[in-house]
């Protein structure tokens, strides 16, 4: 890690470069994050920086990587490269990856792009040794629909960052699926910046469903001006490590922020997932409502802060987190928090974490519906209600196969 | 004696309570020009503890006891993940304070500086009309202590824990400090090594004590640390409600509270212990409170937390037998220029067991009410619940609330809730209630006294009204209430 800057040094004609220090320096200074309040667990899941530096030196594999993307994907990524891009021709609009994106579209890049250093220490050093990433820009008054598929190669480490923008009054849907082929115990690490114009509206969900041996490392940030909505739908299967952070960020006033989370953790998996929103508009809203489900020895911690600054009068926010421990050997945790600094606001979060009801599986056994089968029906219905909410159905399909795809071992009953 | 409840004639009560009441602040803050007998002076060494251990004349285990404890706390950093504690001078506040020589049973030998002090605070009128017994503690040592003649026979033991240190030394050793080592926090080895006072209650076997116990501790001093350490013990079948009442004069230095309390609720036995706490603006308080509860044994945890610069409070309940149960009921009360970082823990260790925490706060002007809490549900507590409210009322614009819980559940049969919810009083409810010709301080002092309803209703009368002053107290000046 310490010879990083030598690496940035020989990037002295990388346009990026004083990001990626700016960035570098970030991480220098920012604390190693520690679950200190609990006198068992140091973190709930664990990155040492050994680990990142095989991220940052993104060193590349022996061996081929022969991807085989979504059919229906019109925009395809194959570890850091735009493979396809087959959008419709709208004027105005740019579907690249980030290194054309800092060659040709520099007023774009140096508006909504070296702005950001973000806020945690790993999203820093995503942000100093991104390799590539998607670049979406779409203008005023543009209504969109984008399919993505982003494939890595799981023996390979490196970091990505994207950044979507979309400007006033458009409307855009993105499905961004994850996965990965290939076993190894490659570290991605990836960041997302959304910037929603005034008055527009996206609508984001993101899965992710990579090989069970690499370890994913994602921050989406979303940058919201007056008026806009944002909605992100997501949902994480896969990987053997997941640090999941969302965080919006509501300047404008009267924003609209709501997310809907579904995680499914099971085998040895360690899922830290967090959701926030940090509102300084004022008149602005948000709702997040996640759910978990556990089995197997993996374990779940939601975190999410509804974060109310001083100035964000007359704003509302509301965290929601429920998680279903199904296994004996796993262990969920939830820590919710609530910032307020402003008497003029409305706040509630609220979590639980308990097995399937025994009252609902009593009547579903009562109709014939074996014990393990009932669960399996009642977890499905526990994590689709949410997803169901305008997501987007290839996502509502899977969420209900890996729902129904629980094994008998899951539960803790048996047929 | 149990009063029936009955909510509309409380709050008639308490609203005409609040219009009448002409009580200041001051009534709690003066302070007595009394010079003490003895002082260890300022600063903290292992001279001072040797010398505190020699004045009392302690057994040797507890003079290494205290040396041990003063290595852990030199050893452990202040802590920096809650409010800031760089106010308290660490240098020069004076560890240990005796005000007199006497310790007394008897009211009238009581000095009569300190009698007049507790005698302003209401102390012995409130003995004499509710209490089973009482404790009274004037900086480091306890000035007076008494127990109804029907329950010593019974066997039961209250006293300050120096004296119970000497005359039951086998007893206190076997609980000292079992629940709240020093190497639990910085503030629990400080107690440990300069402790003095404190109380120490024993009811045996199947006694159930029908009236509360009360200790009252008073800080008089300037920069003065109180470092008591209570210890209440019931023992199989039996019953007990503990009540603790502080407060102290206003001084320009910031003065410390460091106190422990260990609780040890038996196999089937009921324990219940209340505290108001309304320290000056001056001090620190940072107690150590813990019970630990076995089998089918029940603790109840009510608490006021009004005074005070910065509090740091998070009681604890060990659950530690089958079918155990904790109940938390706190109400802390962010004034203009404090911190509140109140919360609760509940740490269930046994199948069947149960907990419910309820936090209600009150920020007005500045003022920062933080809930931090911890609840873990360990791998075998099968089929236990918990569940845990907090609520925040902010009372002016520049009011902040904070809330940080820490829920791990480790055991799949375990249910558990959490919800918290921050607000400020609402328009609606206020054009209702003036709607029905209050005013507005009426209105709004309804509001507030309404949020705190549910543990308001768990304090005994007496209490309530004086926890309801102190918050008008608060309130009134700025014109919200009264």
């Known amino acids: 890690m310490e010879n990083y800057p030598e690496l940035l040094r020989s990037r002295l004609n990388d346009p990026a470069y004083e990001y990626r220090r700016d960035s570098f320096l970030e991480f220098l200074k920012a604390p190693v994050r520690t679950y200190k309040e609990s006198p068992t667990v140091k973190d709930y899941v664990e990155v040492a920086d050994s680990e990142l530096e095989r991220m940052i030196y993104a060193e590349p594999v022996n061996g081929s990587f022969d991807p085989q993307p979504d059919d229906t994907a019109q925009i395809v990524m194959s570890n850091d490269v735009l493979t396809r891009s087959s959008i419709p021709e709208k004027s105005g609009m740019v579907i690249t990856d980030m290194a054309t994106a800092i060659r040709e579209h520099r007023a774009l890049v140096e508006e909504y792009v070296y702005t950001n250093l973000g806020r945690d220490r790993t999203e820093h050093v995503v942000n100093a040794a991104w390799r590539n990433g998607l670049f979406i820009y779409i203008p005023d008054r543009t209504d969109i629909s984008l399919r993505v598929h982003q494939i890595s190669d799981s023996r390979e480490s490196y970091s990505k960052k994207s950044v979507i923008i979309c400007g006033k009054d458009s409307s855009v849907k993105i499905t961004d699926i994850h996965t990965s082929q290939g076993n190894g115990n490659g570290i991605h690490g990836q960041n997302i910046y959304c910037h929603v114009g005034e008055n527009s509206t996206m609508q984001y969900s993101y899965l992710q469903d990579k090989e069970s041996t690499a370890t994913d490392l994602t921050y989406i940030r979303e940058f919201m001006d007056k008026y806009a909505r944002f909605r992100l739908f997501h949902v994480n299967h896969g990987s053997s490590r997941v640090i999941f952070t969302d965080e919006s960020v509501q300047m404008g006033e009267s924003s609209d922020f709501r997310v809907y989370g579904v995680n499914f953790s099971s085998g040895t998996q360690k899922m830290d997932i967090r959701d926030s929103s940090f509102q300084v508009g004022t008149a602005s809203s948000s709702d997040i409502q996640v759910r978990g489900v556990v089995t197997g020895k ?32 796993g262990y969920a945790n939830s820590k919710p928090g609530l910032m307020i600094k402003n008497a003029n606001t409305r706040s509630k979060h609220a979590s639980s974490i308990s097995d399937v009801d025994e009252d609902q599986v009593f009547y579903l056994r009562s109709r014939g519906i074996g014990e393990a089968q009932a669960k399996r029906m009642i977890t499905a219905g526990f994590v689709e209600s949410l997803i169901e909410r305008g997501g987007d159905p290839e996502m509502i399909s899977k969420v209900n196969e890996y729902a129904e795809g629980l094994g008998v071992d899951a539960f803790l009953g048996t047929d | 004696m149990e009063t029936e409840y009955s909510k509309e004639e409380e709050m008639e009560k308490l609203l005409e309570d609040l219009k009448k009441s002409n009580v200041r602040k001051e009534d709690w803050e003066f302070h007595d020009n009394l010079q003490p007998v003895y002082s260890t002076g300022a600063g903290l060494n292992r001279k001072i503890v040797e010398e505190i251990s020699e004045i009392k004349k302690e057994p040797e285990w507890m003079r290494r006891f205290r040396l041990k404890a003063l290595e852990i706390f030199q050893s452990k950093p202040v802590p920096t993940w809650g ?154 079948g039996s019953s007990v409600h503990y009540i603790e009442g502080c407060t102290a004069p206003r ?232």
């Open chain 2, 251 to 482: 001084y320009e230095k910031n003065s410390l509270h460091s106190a422990i309390v260990e609780i040890y609720v038996n196999k089937n036995a009921h324990a219940r212990y209340t505290s108001v706490q309304n320290w000056s603006k001056s001090v620190y308080n940072m107690p150590t409170k813990r019970a630990w509860v076995e089998e089918n044994g029940q603790m109840e945890w009510v608490g006021g937390s009004l005074g005070s610069k910065v509090t740091m409070l998070y009681p604890s309940s060990y659950l530690r037998g089958p079918h155990a149960s904790a109940h938390n009921l706190n109400v802390s009360l962010a004034g203009p220029g404090t911190i509140k970082d109140t919360g609760a823990k509940a740490l269930h260790l046994a199948p069947y067991t149960s907990s419910r925490i309820v936090a209600k706060s009150i920020s007005i002007e500045d003022g920062k009410a933080i809930y931090r809490g911890l609840l873990r549900m360990n791998k075998g507590a099968v089929h236990s619940k918990s569940h845990v409210q907090c609520d925040a009322l902010l009372i002016n614009d520049e009011s902040q609330s904070f809330t940080f819980p820490h829920d791990e559940i480790y055991e799949p049969t375990a249910t558990f809730g959490h919800e918290a919810t921050v607000g400020r009083i609402g328009t609606d409810e206020l054009t209702y209630l003036r709607s029905r010709g209050l005013s507005e301080d009426e209105a709004s002092s309804m509001i507030v006294l309404g949020f705190l309803d549910d543990v308001m209703k768990e304090i005994p009368m007496e209490f309530a009204v004086e926890m309801n002053r102190l918050i008008k107290l608060e309130m009134n000046k700025l014109g919200a209430v009264g």
């Open chain 1, 298 to 329: 993996s374990s779940t911690i939601h975190r999410g802060n509804i974060d109310l600054e001083e100035v964000a009068r007359n704003s509302t926010g509301f965290y929601d987190s429920r998680i279903l421990l199904l296994s004996k050997d």
């Open chain 2, 83 to 236: 409010p800031d504690l760089s106010g308290i001078d660490w240098e020069n506040t004076k560890y240990y304070t005796r005000p007199d020589e006497v310790t007394t049973n008897n009211w009238d030998e009581v000095p009569d500086q300190i009698k007049d002090t507790f005698q302003k605070l209401g102390v012995p009128e409130m003995e004499q009309k509710y209490l089973a017994g009482s404790v009274a503690q004037y900086d480091s040592e306890g000035v007076y202590h008494n127990l109804r003649k029907v329950w010593e026979d019974k066997g039961v033991l209250f006293m300050d824990l120096d004296l119970a240190l000497k005359t039951y030394p086998d007893l206190v050793k076997d609980y000292f400090c079992k629940a709240v080592p020093p190497t639990d926090n910085k503030f629990a080895a400080l107690n440990g090594a300069v402790w003095s006072g404190g109380s120490f209650l024993y009811v045996p076997k199947g006694v159930k004590i029908d009236m509360p116990l009360q200790t009252y501790f008073r800080m008089n001093g300037e920069q003065t640390g109180q470092f008591e350490h209570t210890i209440v013990v019931a023992d199989e």
